[in-house]
């Protein structure tokens, strides 16, 4: 049974059909064209007035003996001496051949003898071929080689294109017609355009060069100007830092007699960049009589690979750029964030943090931490987040870390450091804002006093069901580094042993396009679920494989900032 075809096998089809019906189209167009201009009929039962003499054989051998097609003409001559018509004489056999190769037979009676050139080949009336006639006729010079294009209707299809170069030159009183088949010199001419290139091949002996048409235009000369005729001329035209190079091919050619090729770099306001190959010419194994040279202009391609060139070389630089950038952030991230905090059991509180850096950034944003006692007999507990990425959210980071950690020696309230802390980023350039959670414990009251300076509130594990703690009274305050002198106030929370409390920053929860509520949801769910799964949190070695769980179970290609969390836990001590 067979299936019907797929959309994959019905393809090559379809486009072959379109190309069919395109190309059957345009064949439609050229018809309808040439149907407009068909030339008047010929009139093979119009008698010549006045034969004309009959061709000698000889002269008959001499034009079969031409290596071009060729016809007799005479011009028909009127008592004020201009040119009537013009008569058809004879042919050769080279002209015979043509005819019967490019001619439709029904397009032409058969030849009887003389007749009007016209009548024969009326088309031929609407070219340059009249003027080349009667131009040769008046002047007594040849004329051409000229590009004669014409058409021959077919009865049954559509018309022969014919091109030719014709060249018509006085012979006594009759003129000489001879022509060849022009489209090749034309394609060559149009492949020489199309693709930039040219040939050329210098006589070293008499100091000639025989060029190919568009050699002048590949080298960027004027349409009439000269063309270097010796390898010094095309010397002149080059670069000075190219004559090496154009030193190098000649060296290799004329003396190691072998192909060679180089790059010219040529002078003018444009400059062009020409590929030379050349091979040597050779008489019977004798010196180099001649080089053959090809010559094509890549102007174009050297652009565009300096172009590409340039655009690696920058990608280099930016991306040298940006892994020494993150080199430094890692140093200084290494540098601004503590070490795991040693001595805090003996207050009652145990602490593990886990940092993962934006992996699109340089390295490192600005989330930073503070877990360390102060003389006080108190714990400092800190979290914030810098604006931004790099070395300006390290740089931002580091200035409010140390100052906190300043700050926090005067035993100062913590909403009283948090408005410190405002100032000092407020003082370092409107750029620079942060949030942050800061909190102090007092272990002899197991109270955790903190403020909120527009960070995510922190969550409460507790008895395996985490919930946010409450805001500050009034909410949570600015973030740091928008309006100097705002006052923060604290809240309080009192833990109990076992109690787990949470600081993050929002790269832990937040998500391109998503709601806050649904990421605080996602945190609080996540953290009841790693709980389960950890149920006994008894030493630092758990809690830190709590807090490194957490991190995974949020962590994911979806998040687009660095992210940071510090866990705290009430011990019995």
């Keep these: 049974m067979k299936h019907p075809p797929t959309g994959q096998e019905l393809r090559p089809t379809l486009n072959r059909q379109a190309l069919h019906t395109l190309l059957a189209a345009q064949r439609d167009r050229i018809t309808a064209y040439a149907r407009t201009r068909r030339p008047r009929s010929h009139a093979p039962s119009v008698p010549v007035l006045e034969p004309p003499e009959p061709v000698?054989?000889?002269?008959?051998?001499?034009?079969?003996?031409?290596?071009?097609?060729?016809?007799?003409?005479?011009?028909?001559?009127?008592?004020s001496g201009r040119i009537t018509d013009f008569l058809y004489l004879t042919q050769n056999a080279r002209a015979v051949d043509y005819s019967r190769a490019h001619i439709p037979t029904a397009s032409v009676p058969p030849w009887s003898g003389p007749v009007r050139l016209f009548d024969r080949f009326p088309v031929l009336e609407g070219t340059g071929l009249p003027r080349m006639l009667a131009d040769a006729h008046h002047e007594r010079v040849p004329q051409g080689p000229e590009s004669v294009e014409w058409f021959v209707p077919r009865p049954d299809g559509p018309p022969a294109l014919l091109s030719d170069d014709v060249v018509v030159a006085p012979c006594?009183?009759?003129?000489?017609v001879t022509w060849e088949r022009g489209h090749r010199v034309?394609?060559?001419?149009?492949?020489?355009?199309?693709?930039?290139?040219?040939?050329?091949?210098?006589?070293l002996a008499d100091g000639t060069v025989a060029p190919s048409l568009g050699f002048g235009d590949v080298l960027g000369l004027a349409p009439d100007g000269p063309v270097p005729g010796d390898f010094l001329g095309l010397a002149d035209l080059a670069t000075p830092d190219s004559l090496p190079e154009l030193y190098r091919l000649l060296y290799d050619v004329l003396l190691r007699k072998h192909r060679s090729e180089c790059?010219?770099?040529?002078?003018?306001?444009?400059?062009?960049?020409?590929?030379?190959?050349?091979?040597?010419?050779?008489?019977?194994?004798?010196?180099?009589?001649?080089?053959?040279?090809?010559?094509?202009?890549?102007?174009?391609?050297?652009?565009?690979?300096?172009?590409?060139?340039?655009?690696?070389?920058?990608?280099r630089r930016q991306r040298a750029r940006a892994e020494a950038l993150g080199e430094i952030a890692d140093a200084l991230r290494e540098a601004v964030l503590p070490r795991p905090a040693d001595g805090l059991a003996s207050y009652g509180i145990d602490t593990a943090a886990v940092y993962r850096p934006d992996s699109n950034a340089s390295g490192v944003g600005g989330d930073w931490y503070k877990a360390?006692?102060?003389?006080?007999?108190?714990?400092?507990?800190?979290?914030?987040?810098?604006?931004?990425?790099?070395?300006?959210?390290?740089?931002?980071?580091?200035?409010?870390?140390?100052?906190?950690?300043?700050?926090?020696f005067t035993d100062t309230p913590v909403e009283q450091l948090t408005h410190w802390l405002n100032d000092v980023a407020c003082d370092d350039g409107t750029e620079s804002t942060a949030t942050a959670v800061i909190a102090r414990y007092h272990p002899e009251r197991s109270l955790l006093r903190w403020t909120c300076?527009?960070?995510p509130l922190p969550v409460l594990l507790r008895d395996g069901r985490a919930t946010l703690l409450p805001a500050p009274p009034g909410g949570p305050g600015l973030t740091l580094g928008v309006l100097p002198g705002l006052p923060y106030a604290a809240a309080e929370t009192t833990l109990v042993e076992g109690d787990i409390v949470l600081l993050y920053s929002d790269g832990l929860i937040e998500r391109r396009d998503s709601d806050p509520d649904e990421d605080t949801a996602r945190l609080l769910e996540a953290a009841e679920e790693v709980s389960r799964d950890h149920p006994a949190v008894?030493?630092?070695?758990?809690?830190?494989?709590y807090a490194d769980t957490l991190m995974a179970h949020l962590d994911g290609p979806h998040r687009f900032d660095d992210a940071t969390l510090l866990a705290l836990r009430r011990t019995g001590s």
């Design 186 to 203: 034309r394609m060559a001419a149009a492949a020489q355009r199309l693709v930039r290139a040219c040939w050329a091949e210098w006589n």
């Design 172 to 176: 006594g009183n009759r003129l000489l």
């Design 372 to 408: 360390r006692q102060i003389p006080s007999g108190r714990l400092l507990l800190a979290l914030g987040d810098a604006r931004g990425h790099g070395l300006d959210a390290v740089t931002l980071m580091a200035k409010l870390r140390y100052a906190l950690a300043g700050l926090a």
């Design 453 to 455: 300076a527009g960070h």
């Design 56 to 79: 000698p054989a000889a002269v008959q051998d001499v034009l079969d003996a031409l290596p071009t097609a060729a016809i007799l003409v005479a011009p028909v001559v009127g008592d």
């Design 538 to 545: 008894r030493d630092h070695a758990s809690l830190q494989a």
């Design 263 to 315: 790059a010219l770099r040529l002078r003018g306001s444009h400059e062009r960049v020409i590929r030379v190959v050349a091979e040597p010419v050779r008489h019977r194994g004798g010196p180099v009589w001649a080089v053959r040279a090809v010559l094509i202009d890549i102007t174009d391609a050297t652009r565009r690979r300096a172009y590409a060139e340039a655009a690696d070389a920058e990608a």
